[in-house]
């Protein structure tokens, strides 16, 4: 089945602690891409990445790090996690770049204590 | 600030009736623009998408329609049918790799 997998789904940490949540797809697809959503703000890109080895900011990457060393895994890495980055994440993938059907992956609601 | 905004949080519609949910969105270079839809406990799926070369896209029951000058597009379901209910975000492509999401609408059709 084609999917895009993210885990874990719930997490709850305490600020400073590191943590990373990864994102796998299983589609070939050359592009992801990390989004929050928040509560009237919608989702925000975090970073996308458009193959292997290439990735860039999105609109809110500050305290986030990706990284893409092969074409399925795109982590999400917080380094020192903050109560401001309590949110839903959503990790997606696209066959390429300007791809419309973005395929998402079921969320991981993170709460920063 | 907000590059694409969606103004009404909530709609709710009767089944058989039309929804229309609005989008607008600040700028004019934006020329790829999407519609997503969402349900709890799940990720967004993608819906419908229009050119900015275009001014109406159709899918089933399903129509975006683009206002290039008034930087404006809608969506409408006809006819709405319960399965519909479920938050709905507009979006736009800039630059072929970055997406800008609205805040969404969370529509309601009530049987």
């Known amino acids: 089945e084609a999917q895009v997998t993210q885990n874990p789904r719930y997490l709850i940490t305490v600020t400073g602690k590191k943590l990373t949540v990864t994102c796998s797809q299983n589609m070939n697809h050359e592009y992801m891409s990390w989004y929050r959503q928040d509560p009237g703000l919608g989702l925000r890109q975090i970073y996308y990445s458009m193959n292997v080895e290439v990735t860039d900011k999105g609109d809110v990457p500050e305290g986030y790090k990706v990284s893409r060393k092969e074409k399925r895994n795109f982590p999400l890495i917080l380094e020192s996690p903050s109560p401001n980055q309590t949110s839903l994440y959503f990790c997606a993938s696209s066959l390429v770049a300007g791809g419309d059907e973005q395929f998402f992956g079921p969320g991981t609601r993170l709460t920063v204590l | 600030d907000q590059q694409v905004k969606q103004n009404s949080p909530s709609l709710s519609v009767q089944e058989g009736r039309i929804s229309i949910l609005n989008c607008d969105y600040t700028n004019s270079m934006f020329d790829y623009f999407l519609w997503y839809k969402k349900y709890p406990a799940e990720g967004p799926t993608f819906l419908i998408s229009?050119?900015?070369?275009?001014d109406k896209n159709e899918d089933g029951r399903f129509t975006v329609f683009l206002n290039k000058s008034a930087k404006h597009l809608s969506l409408h379901i006809v006819p709405s049918q319960p399965g519909d209910s479920a938050v709905y975000f507009c979006a736009v492509l800039y630059n072929f790799n970055k997406f800008y999401f609205g805040s969404g609408t969370k529509l309601n059709v009530k049987p």
């Open positions: 229009i050119s900015s070369i275009k």
